[in-house]
């Protein structure tokens, strides 16, 4: 098949009976492309009826409509086209359809057909008719409430989003298009602020006018009911200069979890005073988890407090990501932005060390739940920053019944009075993500055993049922910490979904500072839901590796820090740092104290997801450089100990000399002259010896 060509696309306006006529050959070929690109009846006005419009065979009551249809000339083929109704009254204009053929999707043509075909459109109404265009309205499927589409709903608002489109914050209802069809409630109303007269700002009055038009034009009357409903919510959103602030198009979830949890760690350094209240009931979880040896002395106990708190989440009402170069922002759902939920706090404290790891979970209060977005906004603290996500810094988290308003993750713990008030915590940048699938609300209904069995199978590279794929690309939006996760094929799922641990009930996933278990339902974590919460055996090892990993970057500074400073540092000081950095790789680092298989596999994973092995590998070989970097100073203070003692043997023995000559009448007169040439010599052989010891190590150095 030879290739498309698109350098000779053409626009044209189908606007009056002449101009349909003359082009009625390619009109012919966008109204099949127009019935196909809309299978449901009740949002595709009958072709005929758009005719009629641009032609001049309408009511008074109806706008004027336009056709604009992107052609290849060469091909003599229509790629796409936009149908726009013009309102004379309310001075705008409305994008009732945008569609673009199969085969040519993906190629711009949409982004053309907006950018100049509404310019187009509006340089006519504004040369021909002498009205300027005040606002430019249009509608898009809410991907939540749309079953049956060609094109996917939230793809389709993404793309919108890329070409300016930002949303007008209102429960739209869309009339019926005819006597034959039903209104229409799961459309958005959104707008292109580069075509309005004040931009991203519409007087509420122009608005109103506008729904006010369009549904006289298809024969409702003022007194319909969500005509009114939506004037009211208007009038009420509208600001102090009569405004409607247009907002950046709204998210869209499709899975409720009733039984979900995320935990963030924390450490706190060199400070150990702690609450009293906190239990230690789950001790005989650490001990189960243990090898032998450390069953005996166990290198952490963790600890918890209880009753569990009552806490609000609090999420920005806006927030934006970066996905393929491009930056996207989102309008957070009203009822997703206070999350009501469950707050269990538990600490480990690290025998060997002097640190404490806070860890905080969070789970839904009774009959709410998470969203997969509410999820991956949870779990910002610490998974993939491959997004640049603004989530991260702008949770907050309220307490009501301790008077906690509105603070931040990191001053929670000394807020609430469990330790020093002027303690420092450092996000560990790792956690977790437990789901159970037992009471999973879903968009489109799927066996958890097919979804399993999708991905038991390592050899598979397609999914073949269309739920389960949507549910898997929502789960790596999850695992990743990316929103943009809808784009992701087959292959992609596959190379994120890889479980570590597996049966036909349960994956165990692990994604760089992530750790996540989706099971059907999940015995321990029933068991502890009124203590911590999260099941102990994957709080454990998420814990371990978020320490080590911790303690080896410490170590890395520290002895980066001596290697960097060469020649200069003293010997005591790199005496010290090799102490350190020994102690922390031979003492505190938590290496093999785990018994059964899938711990250790958490760890063995982690330690390669995370790059420990390769910090732990690093610093071994930077404890050489350091060893070899005592044995210079050690060198170089024997060096210079002998040049110290030649130049002073040096000297006596002039002194000795200069006695010879002490009858000589010239140098009796002139001896201190004698002893000036004496000091002289024996710095100078001083400074000649050091160097020349130096020069030799350094070659004896490079050697090596």
Wanted: hydrophobic letters at 40%.
């Amino acid at each position: 098949m030879s290739p498309i060509k698109y350098d000779t696309t053409a626009m044209k306006l189908i606007l009056d009976l002449e101009s349909y006529n003359v082009n009625k050959y390619y009109t012919d070929q966008f109204k099949k492309i127009y019935t196909n690109g809309f299978p449901d009846k009740n949002e595709r006005e009958d072709f005929i009826r758009i005719k009629k419009r641009v032609i001049g065979e309408k009511e008074l009551s109806e706008p004027h409509s336009i056709i604009v249809l992107s052609i290849n000339e060469q091909l003599s083929e229509v790629n796409g086209g936009l149908i726009a109704d013009w309102y004379a009254d309310s001075k705008c204009i409305h994008l009732t359809y945008l569609v673009v053929d199969v085969k040519y999707k993906k190629r711009g043509f949409a982004k053309s057909l907006i950018s100049e075909g509404v310019i187009m459109i509006k340089d006519w109404i504004e040369n021909t008719k002498k009205i300027e265009i005040r606002n430019v309205f249009f509608e898009s499927n809410n991907p939540e409430k749309t079953i049956k589409d060609n094109f996917d709903p939230a793809e389709r608002l993404e793309i919108f989003s890329h070409l300016g489109a930002k949303w007008i914050d209102l429960p739209y209802i869309q009339p019926a298009l005819d006597s034959t069809k039903k209104e229409v409630d799961n459309l958005l109303l959104l707008s292109f602020p580069q075509f309005n007269a004040k931009g991203d700002k519409i007087p509420e009055v122009e608005i109103a006018a506008f729904l006010k038009d369009l549904y006289q034009s298809l024969g409702a009357f003022n007194d319909n009911a969500s005509l009114i409903e939506m004037q009211k919510y208007l009038k009420s959103r509208k600001n102090a200069d009569g405004d409607i602030v247009l907002k950046p198009i709204p998210e869209c979830v499709h899975y409720k979890f009733y039984k979900a949890s995320v935990t963030w760690h924390f450490i706190q350094k060199n400070s150990f005073k702690i609450n009293p209240s906190f239990i230690n009931d789950f001790s005989s979880f650490e001990k189960d988890l243990l090898n032998f040896q450390n069953q005996k002395k166990p290198p952490f106990n963790s600890y918890y407090i209880e009753p569990l708190l009552e806490a609000i989440i609090i999420l920005p009402g806006t927030y934006s990501y970066t996905s393929e170069g491009r930056v996207h922002s989102k309008t957070t759902k009203a009822n997703r932005i206070d999350l009501a939920v469950n707050l269990a706090i538990s600490y480990t404290k690290i025998h060997n060390s002097d640190s404490i790891i806070w860890h905080l979970t969070f789970s839904p209060v009774i009959n709410q739940f998470f969203t997969e977005l509410d999820l991956i906004k949870l779990s910002a603290l610490f998974s993939s920053s491959q997004e640049n996500s603004t989530i991260k810094d702008e949770i907050q988290i309220t307490i009501p019944q301790k008077n906690i308003i509105k603070i931040s993750p990191l001053d929670l713990i000394a807020q609430l009075g469990l330790c020093e008030n002027d303690i420092h915590l450092e996000n560990l940048g790792a956690g977790i993500v437990q789901i159970e699938m037992l009471n999973l609300e879903l968009f489109q209904n799927f066996s958890t055993e097919d979804f399993f069995k999708s991905f038991r199978n390592k050899k598979n590279s397609i999914i073949k049922d269309n739920s389960v794929k949507h549910f898997s690309k929502a789960l790596c939006g999850i695992i990743l910490g990316i929103f943009d996760f809808n784009r992701m094929n087959d292959e992609e799922i596959f190379d994120t979904i890889q479980p570590i641990v597996e049966s036909d009930s349960l994956f165990i996933i692990l994604c760089r500072g992530s750790l996540l278990k989706i099971s059907h339902n999940d015995e321990i974590m029933e068991s502890v839901s009124n203590t911590i919460v999260i099941s102990p055996y994957l709080l454990l090892p998420s814990m371990v590796l978020a320490f080590n990993e911790n303690l080896l970057i410490e170590a890395r500074m520290i002895i980066d820090n001596s290697l960097n400073q060469g020649r200069k540092i003293k010997l005591h000081e790199v005496n010290v740092c090799q102490s350190k950095v020994r102690n922390i790789i031979n003492q505190k680092y938590l290496a093999d104290i785990f018994y059964y298989s899938t711990e250790k596999e958490i760890i063995k994973y982690g330690n390669c997801q995370r790059g420990i092995d390769q910090i732990y590998l690093n610093i071994q070989h930077k404890l050489l450089d350091l060893s070899e970097l005592i044995n210079i100073k050690k060198e170089e203070r024997s060096n210079f100990s002998n040049a110290f003692l030649n130049a002073f043997l040096s000297f006596i023995a002039m002194v000795q000399l200069n006695s010879l000559f002490t009858e000589w009448v010239f140098f009796k007169s002139h001896s201190y002259i004698f002893y000036l040439v004496e000091s002289l010599i024996s710095i100078a052989l001083f400074f000649l010896i050091r160097a020349k010891s130096v020069i030799i190590f350094k070659s004896k150095r490079k050697r090596k």
